[in-house]
């Protein structure tokens, strides 16, 4: 398994919880859209998505239904809990302070 | 939350295939949806980005398995794994298994026995309420070898007057013999607890029935009551509900059953029925109520509030020296008296303590015992796992996992040898409580509950993580080296050969502790079997008859009661097999009834020396030739001694010696002496001295001889009545007639511990077997462990050193310098363990004097003889391996390296 430190983990948390705020999608639609929102700059590997994905539903942020996709299949539906929109916006202030304090960082002349 | 996330993992871990394929479904939706996608942007056939997307994806396992971990289920799932895993391997090593297994069902079952018994007579708190705080006050006289004088009315009246530290105190008082005649008509001797209206509330006893006794049940004008013990009323009325209110007869009176109380160590003696003062007018009368050296009662006392014993103990020591200064006539001052206060949990299992902690001790060093060897058993196993462990690790396992592994296989080996230890444990409860109750009046508290379980399974848990954390895992060696062929070697590591090395001297040195102690009590059982009783005959039966009823009463009827005795021995004197039939006070080897002052006419006492004292004795004409007591001097008791004739009396040796020195005692004269004699039936009058008979151990096999005074049974008041039967052949064949005659003269007679002399013999050292058998089976479990322990380890030495050997012998080495090396080398781990186990021993041994007799502690022939034992079965224990070693063949040896 990849070494993922817990910055970058917490990182791709956030991206999830991210796309979900936009609506309930299935698990290779999240990676599509973090690929297109971040114009092809992130590839989210499925092999670090889907644990993240049973992380979050394990922590109860989002919660998984059995449905059917746009493309008519039947396909695991994710969708954002109260928890999860909780989190998303504290994860979302702790993101912005700690690219403050790196912009700082970077900045000092 | 957190119950839907635990649902989860629930569902994860029971619906693990349900899963499996939601997570497949989950996946090949992924893969199809790649595959469509890029089919789309990059017009790919189906087959190609069908392809590419399952590349992207990865090995579909690999991402499998960290799902595991992301729901939290992996760990349980592993151990699982590891414990099916463990039980496969040591399947494959069955050997190994039940080698561990065995040693440490010896050593937890021991463990566990020994928590048993303190756990329920030392460590639980009494059943008492509050019984922490209820004390035993002890009045002593030490110079005067008085170990438990008890307490008089007037000085229970001072101490309760006079202690701001004791909120209470109450009387118990089982001087006086009762009788009961049930509903047969067939009188029974019972254990009469005479008790004051306070004593219940004061003990924190409740009843299991009816009520107890209060202060109005106090005095002589209060009804006759009493309270039945709890083992009493289900032995004697099957628990029957409807005791109460009942009467029964006892000594003469009529007394209601008013209640039962509960179950609770009976001390300071065992106790059938508890009754009120007016039950025993020999309690209510003037003497006893006003003299203050008329002492009967034993005090139990609840402290007050915020006191301690301490503070208590203070308190009582100041009012008892106002009272010794106060009352001189009460105290002898060369006697040296003293009260002792001590808390009553303690005071209960004084004697079974320091038994019982030496005999825990003892089981923890098997204990130690037995997980070192396991210890050594898993060092050499691990060896041998060392390659396998790395491998393992090499492929991936991390080196917590392995351990892990391991943890699993010991806890499975230590549960399962818990398992059995508790089974045993279980099985030898009985003989356990009966041991005990030689010791505690708590023994009937023993029992397996779930804290002696507890503590077993926490034991085994210990053991097995203990075990786990010897071997080592991977690390230092490089995998490549322990592959290759030339690496191929099974030794242990300098570190872990000492450490190996240790653990046998530890071992022997134990095990020397152990046998040193079970030797010293073996050699004190010898001694105490050989001692000279006094009594030098064969075929003796003993029995004792009591009188009944009210005993100030049935003194006076001292003509009835001679001729009544003298009927009885004549009538069993008649009888086929018979030789002599004689009758006394007190059976020999038993305590005698009563014990009174005495003074020399003429001697002078030295100051500071304590004033004679004296059991006294009754004996007929027959006694001494049918008890084969040697008479050394002037005559036995004549048939002339009778009331009216000259009063006479014959002495023991050592008594005659203590009183009159080289003088010969035979012609002088004697009196008792003392306040008591005033409220007995016997007068201080002067007494001749007309015969010395030999010494009798009447107080035990491991005490002195009784300094003792015989009167003739015919001249005295008789107090109690003891048959001595001589038989031409084996008594026990006669017991049954000699009982009949008995009741064919008195019908009512009560007839009690009717045994041969070697019977009472036998029942006065048998605490001592037990004792001696207790610490022998200890030992004997740790040597027989040591020993297989001192083999193994040469053994696995010599095995792994095979190459060595082989390139040794054929340099020039025979057989015989091979095998004096290893024998040098077990000799070294046996000499370090032997020096270590003597000292250890010196030390331990002083804390077994209290149970030793005629023994010191450090007794050479007992160290002497172990260490020999010791060295010569170690050296046996090595010969095996070291003659293996000695057969290696260097060819042989050489090839398979």
Known sequence: MTQQTDLLQGTLDLLVLKTLTLGPLHGWGISKRIRQLSQDALDVGQGSLYPALYRLEDAGCIEATWGISAEGKRAKIYELTALGKKQFAKSQNQWQSFLTAVEHVLSAT | MWYRRLARRVRALLHRADVERELAEEFRFHIEQEAAELARLHGLSPDEARRRALVAFGGVEKWRESHHDARGTRWLEESWHDVSFAVRSLRRNRGFASAVVLTLALGIGVNTAMFTLLHGTLLRPLPNHDGERLVYLRQSAPAAKHDNVLFSVPEIADYRAGAKTLSAIAEYSGAVPFTLVGSDGQPV??????????????????????????????????APVAVLSYDYWMERFGGDPKVIGRTVRLNDMVVTIVGVVQRAPLYPRPTDIYANTVTSPHHLSATMVTDRSHRMSELFAHLAPNTTVEQARAEISRISSNLFRDHPEAYEKAAHYEIGVSQLRQAVNERAARMFWLLMGAAAFVLLIACANVANLTLMRGVGREREMLVRAALGAGTARLRRLLVMENLTLALIGGAIGVLVAFAGLKLLVAFAAQFSPRAYEVRVDAVVLGVGLATSIAAAFALSFIPRIGGDRALATSLAPVGRRSTLGRGRQRFQRSLVVAQIAVCMVLLTG????????????????????????????????????????????????????????????????SIGSTAPLRNSMADFDLKAEGRILPPNRPTPHAAMRTADTGYFAAAGIPLLAGRGFQSTDRRGSGLVVVLNQSFARQLFGDLNPVGQRIAWTGQVLKYTPFTGDWRTVVGIVGDTRDRGLDNDPTPTVYLPFAQEMILNGALVVRTSADPAELQAMIVRSIHDVAPRQLIEKVRTIDQIRDENV????????????????????????????????????????????????????????????????????????????????RLLRSLLFGVTPHDPVTLGGVALVLAAVGVAACWLPAARAARVDPAVALRAE
């Open chain 2, 766 to 845: 048998a605490p001592r077997r037990l004792n001696a058998l207790f610490i022998t089976s200890f030992g004997t479990l740790a040597f027989v462990i040591a020993m297989v322990g001192i083999a193994g380890v040469l053994a696995f030495s010599v095995s792994s050193r095979t190459a060595e050997i082989g390139i040794r012998m054929s340099l020039g080495a025979d057989a015989r310098r091979v095998r004096s090396m290893v024998l040098g080398e077990g000799g070294v781990l046996l000499a370090f363990g032997l020096t270590l186990g003597f000292a250890a021993a010196l030390f331990a041994a």
């Open chain 2, 189 to 222: 001797r019972l254990r009469v607890g005479i008790v004051s209206g306070n004593y219940f509330s004061v003990m924190g006893l409740e009843p299991v029935l009816g009520r107890l006794t209060s202060a109005r049940d106090d005095g002589a004008a209060a």
């Open chain 2, 518 to 581: 079970a030797g010293l009590l073996v050699r004190t059982l010898a001694k105490l079997q050989s001692v000279d009783t006094g009594v030098h005959a064969e075929h003796v039966l003993t029995i004792d008859l009591p009188l009944q009823g009210d005993l100030l009463r049935e003194v006076m009827k001292q003509p009835e009661n001679l001729a009544k005795y003298e009927r009885i021995r004549d009538r069993v004197a008649a009888l086929p097999g018979v030789e002599t039939a």
